[in-house]
């Protein structure tokens, strides 16, 4: 059986191998501010099956250097396999109004190099829809999702994928849109959990390989 956790972030090497050599074959490993970003090409210089994603969480955009905008653009010309992500929005957290700005940043930048995102929503659905409304050619994952149909509904508009750590909303995704994820050292803690959460869910392996496939190459 092959797996993929579809969000996570840094950890040591021997967690990805250990999750490795248990069937997780791929990776898509996630970062919080831009000193992550070479870290995690690094990582996947080490470590089969790591797709580097390159962003800006919004927990931590009042930290951001003035030049983070110029930064993550030219890391996407220098690694043009680098996705975007972490990136979106927490009307939970402080600094909302720059949240926003920076998340708008984030899918220009990804809009013109053609990036896929990976977004973390939490209580701030509309005023996503009003944003990456306009920009309908950038593909999203929204990671961690918990939202419910009608938001599913919305998001299917955007061609939208959606990974889970638990089974509570999979009965409102689509079958060819779902992916499953541990956001480890956060959710699950170990991406070596994978293969017990298809399990626990009585997803069908395959299938989801297909939707691993779909999103990534899907342009």
């Avoid at 070479?38 to 990582?43: A, E, Q």
């Avoid at 010309?77 to 720059?98: K, Q, S, V």
């Avoid at 541990?182 to 399990?199: F, N, S, Y």
Wanted: glycine share 4%; net charge negative; charged share 25%.
């Amino acid at each position: 059986m092959i797996y993929c956790d579809a969000h996570c972030h840094l950890m040591p090497d021997d967690v990805f191998l250990n999750a490795h050599n248990l069937g997780v074959k791929t990776f898509f490993v996630n970062s919080t501010t831009p000193d992550d970003w070479l870290r995690i090409v690094d990582l996947g210089r080490r470590v089969l099956g790591v797709h580097v994603c390159a962003g800006v969480h919004p927990w931590f955009v009042d930290a951001l250097p003035p030049d983070w905008n110029r930064r993550l653009e030219r890391f996407l010309t220098d690694y043009p396999d680098a996705m975007i992500g972490e990136i979106g929005l927490d009307t939970t957290r402080p600094f909302y109004p720059l949240q926003k700005r920076v998340f708008q940043i984030c899918l220009d930048i990804a809009s013109r190099y053609r990036r896929k995102v990976h977004i973390h929503c939490v209580k701030a659905w509309d005023d996503l829809f009003e944003i990456l409304g306009q920009y309908r050619d950038v593909q999203p994952l929204f990671h961690r999702f918990s939202g419910d149909e009608v938001i599913v509904q919305k998001l299917r508009l955007f061609n939208a994928y959606f990974s889970v750590t638990n089974g509570r909303v999979i009965n409102v995704i689509p079958d060819n849109r779902l992916l499953v994820e541990t956001d480890a050292p956060d959710g699950l803690k170990d991406p070596a959990r994978i293969p017990e959460l298809v399990r626990s869910l009585h997803l069908d392996v395959n299938y989801l390989q297909q939707n691993l496939e779909l999103f990534l190459y899907d342009v």
